[in-house]
């Protein structure tokens, strides 16, 4: 149980890897994405021309697209301002609250729902304590502070643990 915590239901290399139309026939109608390190490197403020044709494919699959970040407020609208997703700021994550708050908001059932983000202890935690689906991506760019360090040298440790179980 204390393991299952920890690892996402899939994990995969980046963003565009992800198969849509499959979460899709699995009842996914709703994806909560995180921003930095997932979408966009911390440096960039807007989503790039590749993430903006993402977005519009996974609608094309008849699927929502919203966004939960930990981010600042002006961060999070800078990035959605040509956007206009359904988004939060400063959602605490892994506390799942504003997660379930999103879910609920846009008419969800949290079986419906997938959370996509680069770190197991924000992202992953969040979804599993939502009791929704989660799929982790590898970061866009290392992270140069120490408790991030920490942080992805212990989520190297648990990733072993899913490559295991593949």
Avoid: C, W
Wanted: glycine share 4%; hydrophobic share 40%.
């Amino acid at each position: 149980m204390f393991r299952k915590m920890f690892l996402p239901d899939l994990y995969v290399e980046k963003v565009f890897d992800i198969d849509y139309k499959k979460l899709y026939e699995k009842g996914i109608r709703l994806i909560v994405f995180d921003i930095d390190n997932t979408l966009k490197t911390y440096g960039e403020k807007v989503p790039s021309n590749d993430i903006k044709e993402l977005f519009n494919s996974i609608r094309g699959e008849n699927i929502e697209v919203s966004l939960v970040s930990n981010g600042r407020k002006s961060r999070v609208d800078k990035f959605n301002e040509e956007i206009k997703l359904d988004a939060m700021h400063l959602s605490l994550k892994p506390i799942p609250f504003n997660v379930i708050r999103m879910i609920k908001k846009l008419g969800f059932k949290r079986k419906e729902a997938v959370i996509i983000g680069d770190q197991i202890f924000t992202d992953v935690l969040a979804g599993k304590f939502a009791f929704v689906k989660t799929i982790l991506v590898k970061p866009i760019e290392p992270k140069k502070t120490k408790t991030e360090k920490i942080k992805r040298k212990l989520e190297k440790s648990i990733l072993k643990l899913y490559n295991k179980g593949q």
